[in-house]
Structures are given as C-alpha cells and as structure tokens.
C-alpha cells in the first residue's frame, strides 16, 4: 500500500504574483519586447558593421517567439482577436507561419511528448539530427496544423501565408539590403526553431 501524499503549500512570507492580469503596462511592455531588436539590426544592417546584424536579428527572433508563445496563450491581456492579430502581425515580421505554430503548441500541451506532440518530438533527437531535421520542421508544423487543426486554424493559416507573401514580396520589391538581410535572417531563424525553441 502507497503512503498518502501530502500536499504541498505556499510558503506563507511568498508573495505569490503568477496568474493575474496584466496591467497595461506590462501588456506594452510584452508587446513591444521584440521591437528594439528589431531597430537595432535594422541600424546595423544599414551600416558597415552589417554582419553584427545577425545578432540583433537572433534576438528579434527569439523575443518575438517569447510574444508569440504569450500570445498563443493568451496572456497579454487582449480579446482573443487583439491575440491572433498579433500572430499574423509576428509572422510577417518572423516570414513565418505562426498560427501553425499556435496550433501545434496546444496539441504539444495535450499531447506532451507523446505521438500527437509534432513540436516536442524534437526532444527525442541529437542536438545534430534537429540541426539537420530543422528546416523541415516548420513545413512539419504548418502540413499537419493544415491536415488536422480544422477549417478555423486553415483560414488563419491563409491570413498567415498572406501576410508573410505581402511583407516578402515588399521586400523584394524595394531591393534595401537591410531588408533583404532581415528576410535572410528569418529564413535561417525559422530553420534553425528546432534547435533553440523547442
């Protein structure tokens, strides 16, 4: 026979701060976490010192995916709507498809390293095999948030799909290296999420 577990509790001199809502400054604060990365490899790009670019853009693409996880979850404190604008907002900027990103994230939380988990199967893998598995890995995510994730997450998908082909055919279009090196950079970012975010 078990033992009875006993329950843990909060120490009493914690002031405990998880799971409120957010003041408004903490939302503007979220929201705009990415954006000095951004600038700033903007700027260096733009500049001689452009290879130093490469580091604000790693850092750009790592606090917008911090955003986009708030928001998939809705903690920003913004109706569900404010939320999904923000991951077709980010995917521009990311040249990426971050709904399907949304979607497998909720199936890696129901199905937490188990067969229906397409994000977390990386952990199984070598930090080798996700470096050479990382360039599948989106085209992974957006084929089965397309296959199983429903008609809702499809029309999302497609706003996402749109939003990335405006921002990349813009770039193209204008011909500015500093833009052209931030497509660069979010390209190998999106191959390189395996690794670093998951």
């Known amino acids: 026979m078990c033992p009875p577990v006993s329950r ?20 503007w604060g979220e929201l705009t976490l990415p954006l000095p990365w951004l600038i700033l490899s903007w700027v260096l790009y733009a500049s001689p010192l452009w290879p130093l670019g490469a580091a604000g853009s790693f850092m750009f693409f790592l606090c917008a995916l911090r955003l986009n996880h708030e928001a998939i979850h809705g903690n920003l404190g913004l109706p569900r709507q404010g939320d999904i604008a923000v991951l077709h907002i980010l995917s521009a900027l990311m040249c990426g498809c971050n ?22 199967h ?3 893998m070598t930090a080798w095999e996700v470096l050479r598995y990382g360039p599948r890995f989106p085209v ?10 429903g008609a809702k997450w499809r029309r999302r998908m497609l706003r996402d799909g ?10 193209l279009w204008s011909g500015q290296r500093l833009l052209l090196l931030h497509l660069a950079a ?3 970012a999106q191959c390189m999420t395996a690794f670093f975010a998951v």
Do not use: F, Y
């Open 162 to 171: 749109l939003c990335v082909a405006l921002a990349a055919g813009l770039i």
């Open 99 to 120: 709904c399907s990103v949304a979607w497998s994230h909720m199936q890696h939380h129901r199905h937490s390293m188990g067969p229906g988990d397409i994000e977390g």
């Open 122 to 124: 990386c952990g199984h």
């Open 140 to 149: 992974d995510l957006i084929r089965n948030c397309w296959q199983q994730g």
């Open 8 to 27: 843990e509790s909060a120490p009493r001199n914690v002031d405990w701060q998880d799971l409120l809502p957010v003041t408004r400054r903490q939302r």
């Open 186 to 188: 979010m390209a190998a």
